[in-house]
């Protein structure tokens, strides 16, 4: 069964309002999840890298005030998209692994579609 | 940076032929990973592969690791239409960056 649980799997919202995403980790405590963005038949893009009780390390050309991640316990991340533009319509995937990630395997969550209007 | 490329882009096969897609990394990895994206749906974890000419089979699924450790390639044998998806390399370089790299990805499509 899934065990990394992503909400919600889909939404639309309009220009300038903001959205959360949420992703936990079901049976297990992660102290490092990642945010991927995949735009339609491409592949998946590393946003940033959520670490509980500090700050995200974001990857370069993403913008950290604008995708606001809080990972604050072992089970839960969380990424808002602030005062969001068509553009920033994509499908938003979260990861976490089990172990320690090098070596050990992704669980990805169902991911959330976001669309812009 | 570290990139990723996969080839084919695209692959349209008829039932029961066989498959491969092939991972090549700008850089050494310490490992790659591969995984499989249903459409419509989340990647979801094959099999991981760490030393150098290691080959694993999965039933009709053969990944291999390259001598180098810069390639990587996935075979299916004759494949079946739950085949279907796009099939994904991931490799952490083994130069400091410690980040997990996805390929461009394969997309298979079966003619039944």
């Known amino acids: 069964g899934a065990v990394v649980s992503q909400h919600p799997s889909w939404v639309i919202c309009k220009s300038g309002t903001s959205v959360k995403i949420e992703c936990r980790s079901l049976?297990?405590?992660?102290?490092?999840m990642f945010w991927y963005r995949q735009f339609p038949k491409q592949s998946l893009m590393l946003m940033a890298t959520s670490n509980e009780g500090s700050k995200a390390t974001y990857e370069q050309g993403v913008e950290k005030d604008k995708f606001l991640i809080n990972h604050a316990s072992l089970t839960l991340s969380t990424l808002t998209v602030t005062s969001a533009h068509p553009e920033d319509s994509s499908f938003y995937i979260c990861?976490?692994?089990?172990?320690?990630?090098?070596?050990?395997?992704?669980?990805f969550g169902n991911g959330t579609r976001l669309t812009v209007t | 940076g570290q990139q990723v490329m996969q080839i084919p882009q695209y692959q349209h096969v008829q039932e029961g032929e066989d498959f491969t897609t092939y991972c090549n990394s700008s850089?050494?990895?310490?490992?790659i990973q591969w995984y499989k994206q249903r459409p419509g749906g989340h990647p979801v974890f094959l099999i991981q592969?760490?030393?150098?000419?290691e080959v694993k089979k999965q039933k009709r699924l053969t990944f291999q690791f390259g001598e180098a450790k810069k390639n990587s390639s996935l075979h299916i044998t004759a494949t079946q239409t739950t085949d279907v998806g796009t099939y994904f390399c991931?490799?952490?370089?083994?130069?400091?960056?410690?980040?997990?790299?996805f390929g461009t990805g394969t997309r298979l499509t079966i003619i039944p």
């Open positions: 990861s976490a692994s089990r172990g320690q990630w090098i070596n050990s395997p992704l669980h």
């Open positions: 850089t050494t990895l310490s490992n």
């Open positions: 592969l760490v030393k150098s000419g």
């Open positions: 991931a490799g952490i370089s083994n130069f400091g960056n410690e980040k997990l790299t």
């Open positions: 049976d297990f405590q992660a102290t490092t």
